[in-house]
């Protein structure tokens, strides 16, 4: 065989070894960017179960995976909850109105993120508006950094899971850095349920080393 054929002919199996090395690779990065919030959901409900005390409910992201759907800004600039992977994100939806509900809901995801302290820059919080009422000036104001998104009333219905005799208005819900549905928090928590709302998020950001 001429020496071209033969370097060409050795050359073929270097490739597809590279190829192989490639795929390899990229599991490697996958299962190293999903390891720590994998060992947070096993440190929090598997290792220790006889400790847990969880006062949200786990949501069983398989059954509930974030829908493709087109949020936008109150100015109507497209933002996708996708924009907030990363981060730990809570969640509330509720029509434009906000009703005396909303506005508690509002005011307890800004309290449970300034209680998580330091902690707190890994947390945003999002409002999907389901109607295209306009928003009270006040409510902007008073909450300033909820990300206040427009959604389609029934894709965010359809997706979010909620508590028999309830809506998914009525709850607080958590997604973790990678993009998950991952917990649901009871209707209206009084003040003492708060500070276990409190208890529940800050075990995940503990438990958890990204986001």
């Known amino acids: 065989m001429e020496p071209n054929k033969l370097a060409d002919a050795a050359a073929i199996p270097d490739g597809a070894a590279q190829r192989k090395r490639g795929r390899w690779t990229l599991w490697l990065v996958v299962a190293v960017c999903a390891a720590p919030v994998i060992a947070s959901y096993v440190t929090f409900y598997v290792i220790k179960p006889e400790k847990r005390n969880n006062y949200g409910t786990l949501i069983d992201q398989r059954a509930h995976p974030v829908p493709a759907m087109a949020t936008t800004t109150l100015d109507g600039r497209p933002q996708a909850l996708e924009q907030f992977k990363g981060k730990w994100v809570m969640l509330m939806t509720g029509p434009g109105?906000?009703?005396?509900?909303?506005?508690?809901?509002?005011?307890?995801?800004?309290?449970?993120?300034?209680?998580?302290?330091?902690?707190?820059?890994?947390?945003?919080?999002?409002?999907?508006?389901?109607?295209?009422?306009?928003?009270?000036?006040?409510?902007?104001?008073?909450?300033?950094?909820?990300?206040?998104?427009?959604?389609?009333?029934?894709?965010?219905?359809?997706?979010?899971?909620?508590?028999?005799?309830?809506?998914?208005?009525?709850?607080?819900?958590?997604?973790?850095?990678?993009?998950?549905?991952?917990?649901?928090?009871?209707?209206?928590?009084?003040?003492?349920?708060?500070r276990k709302v409190y208890k529940d998020i800050y075990k995940l950001l503990k438990a958890s080393s990204i986001g």
């Open 97 to 194: 109105a906000c009703p005396d509900t909303c506005r508690k809901q509002l005011f307890a995801m800004r309290q449970l993120r300034l209680m998580q302290g330091k902690e707190a820059d890994r947390i945003e919080r999002v409002w999907l508006i389901t109607d295209k009422e306009p928003l009270d000036t006040l409510v902007i104001r008073e909450y300033d950094g909820t990300h206040m998104l427009r959604a389609d009333a029934a894709t965010v219905a359809a997706w979010l899971p909620a508590d028999a005799g309830t809506t998914p208005d009525d709850h607080i819900y958590m997604i973790d850095p990678l993009g998950h549905l991952m917990m649901r928090f009871p209707k209206d928590p009084q003040l003492q349920q708060v």
